[in-house]
């Protein structure tokens, strides 16, 4: 079974958030700017617009996992993620 044939309901696509970042000069053609309002980028930096936006970057699987899949071969990370959380907690 692959990830094109299982059924997503008792399955996830595990992902890390890597961190997030916002465009803080004026000018810089962003991908919300050229994507979603369609400016280029002559328009971007000759009208000196700031993009507001927060991006996030992120490592993803491109693969649906079952669970199964997921408890054997990310056991030891998830328990490691656990005991980071609550050792930051503790603190």
């Known amino acids: ?9 008792n399955t996830m696509a ?9 465009y803080e000069s004026r000018g810089i053609p962003t991908p919300h700017l050229v994507n979603n309002l369609g400016l280029d ?3 971007i930096e000759g009208g000196n617009i700031e993009d507001n936006t927060m991006y996030v ?9 079952s669970l199964d899949t997921l408890e054997k071969e990310f056991q030891h990370y ?3 993620l656990m005991w980071a959380t609550v050792s930051t907690l503790l603190m």
């Open 14 to 22: 595990p992902a890390q958030i890597i961190g997030f970042v916002r």
């Open 57 to 65: 970057g992120f490592h993803a699987s491109f693969k649906w996992l």
């Open 1 to 9: 079974m692959d990830s094109d044939t299982i059924g997503t309901a």
């Open 78 to 80: 998830l328990y490691w």
């Open 41 to 43: 980028s002559d328009e």
